[in-house]
């Protein structure tokens, strides 16, 4: 499914497919779970670039109905986010039910075909989509 970023620019994750990504869902008015996965994602991003590697951090919001590109922005800005490495999208509901259907969000599973769930934090999972190689946290 093709989504839209906090510009309102189309973002179609297949298009990242070859490049480390690492992929939550999230959305901008939680406040108990999605703070601590944003802490932890920022601890990789830190640990990546210490190696001087890039990887590209994709939050795609459950709230399809209220996170649109607006309220991405202010999510970005409230918590400095830097674009290019961090990419905040939304899409329609159908499009959002799909991508946490195909990642199985709040499914025992919680894997996903050639992908890797990152060590679980907190009850909100992430995936390295593609391995830039280990990070010890």
């Not at 209220?66 to 970005?76: F, Q």
């Not at 939304?90 to 992908?115: D, F, K």
């Amino acid at each position: 499914p093709v989504f839209t970023d906090d510009t309102g620019a189309p973002v179609e994750l297949a298009g990242l497919r070859g490049h480390p990504v690492v992929l939550t869902m999230f959305y901008t008015t939680c406040t108990n779970i999605c703070p601590a996965t944003l802490a932890k994602l920022r601890e990789i991003d830190r640990a990546y670039a210490a190696r001087d590697e890039a990887v590209t951090f994709v939050l795609v919001s459950y709230d399809a109905r209220n996170d649109k590109p607006k309220a991405l922005a202010r999510y970005r800005e409230a918590h400095e986010l830097p674009r290019g490495r961090w990419v905040l999208c939304t899409g329609t509901p159908g499009a959002v039910r799909t991508l946490a259907e195909l990642l199985r969000v709040g499914t025992s599973g919680n894997r996903v075909l050639r992908a890797t769930m990152v060590r679980s934090w907190c009850s909100l999972p992430a995936w390295i989509l593609i391995r830039a190689g280990p990070v010890r946290l």
